[in-house]
């Protein structure tokens, strides 16, 4: 089994910033890109930035220049800075992960979920 546990979310004001944790754990050989996912109210869920295992990244126009994505490949985890929130980037933020395991072909898992609210 694998899975992905993220940490970090919360409320905080407008301007401010929290940093996501996920980290991966269970029976791991490699994992191929990382990324994080948000889902508003309402709508559906987006990308919010990605990363490879090599290193490129990849982020949503609306976070570009305020949110960070890193990886720490020892720890199967990535990380997501986010700075100078906004109350639009309220959401459930989802971390997502290309997994190989040991004995099957890769497949994508996602986490729970964490909930991220930025007040005005």
């Known amino acids: 089994q694998v899975q992905l546990v993220e940490s970090g979310g919360g409320l905080v004001q407008a301007g401010g910033s929290l940093r996501l944790s996920c980290a991966a754990s269970g029976t791991i050989i490699s994992i191929n890109a990382m990324g994080w996912y948000r889902q508003a109210p309402g709508k559906q869920r987006e990308l919010v930035a990605s990363i490879t295992s090599g290193g490129s990244t990849n982020f949503a126009d609306s976070v570009k220049g305020r949110f960070t994505i890193s990886r720490d490949n020892a720890k199967n985890t990535v990380y997501l800075q986010m700075n100078s929130l906004k109350p639009e980037d309220t959401a459930v933020y989802y971390c997502?992960?290309?997994?190989?395991?040991?004995?099957?072909?890769?497949?994508?898992?996602w986490g729970q979920g964490t909930q991220v609210t930025v007040s005005s």
């Open positions: 997502n992960a290309d997994i190989t395991r040991a004995g099957y072909l890769n497949r994508n898992y």
